[in-house]
């Protein structure tokens, strides 16, 4: 299927319409997994003064043209001052990221779908994850995949939004002040989900309160019937918030929306319910934890917040996966192990701590070190590892900025061995 005709790529970006015939399916910027038909940027690693960038220099998309007409690329987006010759219909622009942001503005402009952005020091994935599965079951949508939440990362998966979609689900994240007000005003969301705000990427924010002001200028993006979607204890004051009409979420009934867990029924299922106003929806969350169901009590509340039917999509939650590395649960004989490797901040681990805890047989924290903490970075630390060794039954450290005294919890039951075979069954 058609996601851009080669008229809409040139209006888009501004270049001359040719007769040629290079419709795409869809849109790359890595010649690796790029689809037959796909339209692919060349992008360089510089992002300009704009944004910040870890890999900022190291590659250029201009050196892998050949591996996209090779991988059938459709056409190519190039900058204008490249000479190298091309086999495939191009789109010369003088800058190929603010091409690609100007096709992710195309694809906004063009359609009427009901937008969602998410952001948050925690949570965010899941919170897309969850809301794109409900929603899917509902109506037409499309959503970020991954963590496509940066500077790159939000305009190619707009780019690559059906017109005829009825919902849109996007993740936004920042590294740096200022990021999350530029992607906003690419987004323009209908409803603005801020998780929470958490010492994570603190690194190059001069305060928490910086850091808050920066997760809160997602609602800038907002129109004049926009929703922000914010936790009940977050402070919006200050904020883009304040002149938005607000929908709190929380764990307790003074929240717009909360949730709180009930009895097991009769299958060994937990429940929970969820109240929405006057309305109480009972579901079956398949997962454990405060954290998750304060994230999902987040997703009801962006779901009211569309006017989803939300009985519908209570039913629904039974089939919510965890997405990978954000505390999947692999079975491995008689080991159980909780994947929530792919990054951390105090609150997050603390939680994942917790709900380690509130397992049964020999708990095991194994705790890799937690980045851009900025000078809290050593206190962090040792806060964690105090909770877990009074928490669990055995904690094992990866990393330099753990404090020594983690050594003291080694057990000889989990020796390098043991853990060896681990790892080998699960592979």
């Given at each position: 299927?058609?996601?851009?005709?080669?008229?809409?790529?040139?209006?888009?970006?501004?270049?001359?319409?040719?007769?040629?015939?290079?419709?795409?399916?869809?849109?790359?910027?890595?010649?690796?997994?790029?689809?037959?038909?796909?339209?692919?940027?060349?992008?360089?690693?510089?992002?300009?003064?704009?944004?910040?960038?870890?890999?900022?220099?190291?590659?250029?998309?201009?050196?892998?043209?050949?591996?996209?007409?090779?991988?059938?690329?459709?056409?190519?987006?190039?900058?204008?001052?490249?000479?190298?010759?091309?086999?495939?219909?191009?789109?010369?622009?003088?800058?190929?990221?603010?091409?690609?942001?100007?096709?992710?503005?195309?694809?906004?402009?063009?359609?009427?779908?009901?937008?969602?952005?998410?952001?948050?020091?925690?949570?965010?994935?899941?919170?897309?994850?969850?809301?794109?599965?409900?929603?899917?079951?509902?109506?037409?949508?499309?959503?970020?995949?991954?963590?496509?939440?940066?500077?790159?990362?939000?305009?190619?998966?707009?780019?690559?939004?059906?017109?005829?979609?009825?919902?849109?689900?996007?993740?936004?994240?920042?590294?740096?002040?200022?990021?999350?007000?530029?992607?906003?005003?690419?987004?323009?969301?209908?409803?603005?989900?801020?998780?929470?705000?958490?010492?994570?990427?603190?690194?190059?924010?001069?305060?928490?309160?910086?850091?808050?002001?920066?997760?809160?200028?997602?609602?800038?993006?907002?129109?004049?019937?926009?929703?922000?979607?914010?936790?009940?204890?977050?402070?919006?004051?200050?904020?883009?918030?304040?002149?938005?009409?607000?929908?709190?979420?929380?764990?307790?009934?003074?929240?717009?929306?909360?949730?709180?867990?009930?009895?097991?029924?009769?299958?060994?299922?937990?429940?929970?319910?969820?109240?929405?106003?006057?309305?109480?929806?009972?579901?079956?969350?398949?997962?454990?934890?405060?954290?998750?169901?304060?994230?999902?009590?987040?997703?009801?509340?962006?779901?009211?917040?569309?006017?989803?039917?939300?009985?519908?999509?209570?039913?629904?939650?039974?089939?919510?996966?965890?997405?990978?590395?954000?505390?999947?649960?692999?079975?491995?004989?008689?080991?159980?192990?909780?994947?929530?490797?792919?990054?951390?901040?105090?609150?997050?681990?603390?939680?994942?701590?917790?709900?380690?805890?509130?397992?049964?047989?020999h708990r095991v924290a194994v705790l890799g070190e937690m980045l851009e903490l900025g000078p809290d970075g050593p206190s962090a630390h040792e806060e964690v590892l105090l909770a877990a060794m009074n928490s669990v039954d055995q904690v094992f450290t990866v990393g330099e900025n753990w404090p020594p005294k983690g050594q003291e919890r080694l057990d000889p039951q989990l020796d390098d061995a043991v853990l060896t075979a681990l790892v080998d069954r699960i592979e």
């Amino acid at each position: 299927m058609t996601l851009w005709s080669w008229h809409e790529l040139c209006e888009a970006l501004n270049v001359p319409v040719t007769d040629q015939h290079a419709d795409a399916t869809g849109v790359s910027i890595d010649s690796r997994t790029l689809a037959p038909g796909d339209l692919f940027i060349a992008l360089s690693g510089d992002p300009g003064p704009r944004f910040h960038s870890s890999s900022a220099g190291d590659l250029d998309g201009h050196d892998f043209l050949k591996a996209a007409v090779q991988a059938e690329a459709s056409s190519v987006m190039i900058r204008g001052d490249y000479r190298g010759d091309v086999a495939i219909p191009v789109l010369p622009v003088p800058d190929t990221l603010e091409g690609l942001w100007a096709l992710g503005r195309a694809a906004r402009h063009r359609t009427d779908a009901h937008i969602v952005a998410v952001t948050g020091s925690a949570g965010k994935t899941t919170c897309r994850s969850w809301l794109e599965a409900l929603l899917s079951e509902q109506a037409p949508t499309h959503a970020s995949t991954g963590s496509l939440n940066n500077h790159w990362g939000v305009p190619l998966s707009m780019s690559r939004m059906p017109a005829e979609v009825h919902y849109g689900v996007f993740e936004v994240g920042t590294n740096n002040p200022g990021e999350i007000a530029l992607l906003t005003e690419l987004v323009r969301p209908d409803v603005a989900v801020v998780l929470n705000v958490l010492p994570a990427h603190i690194g190059r924010f001069p305060s928490m309160d910086d850091l808050r002001l920066e997760k809160l200028s997602l609602a800038e993006g907002l129109g004049e019937t926009g929703i922000v979607i914010a936790p009940s204890n977050l402070d919006l004051n200050e904020s883009a918030a304040m002149d938005r009409d607000v929908l709190t979420f929380g764990l307790s009934s003074d929240a717009d929306i909360w949730s709180e867990w009930g009895s097991v029924d009769h299958r060994g299922i937990d429940e929970a319910s969820i109240h929405v106003g006057d309305q109480r929806l009972v579901c079956h969350p398949p997962f454990k934890g405060d954290h998750r169901l304060l994230t999902l009590t987040a997703v009801f509340a962006a779901l009211a917040a569309v006017k989803a039917d939300l009985e519908k999509a209570a039913r629904d939650v039974v089939r919510l996966t965890v997405p990978t590395g954000r505390g999947e649960v692999i079975k491995a004989g008689d080991w159980t192990l909780v994947d929530d490797s792919y990054n951390a901040n105090p609150v997050s681990v603390l939680y994942a701590v917790n709900a380690l805890a509130g397992e049964g047989g020999h708990r095991v924290a194994v705790l890799g070190e937690m980045l851009e903490l900025g000078p809290d970075g050593p206190s962090a630390h040792e806060e964690v590892l105090l909770a877990a060794m009074n928490s669990v039954d055995q904690v094992f450290t990866v990393g330099e900025n753990w404090p020594p005294k983690g050594q003291e919890r080694l057990d000889p039951q989990l020796d390098d061995a043991v853990l060896t075979a681990l790892v080998d069954r699960i592979e």
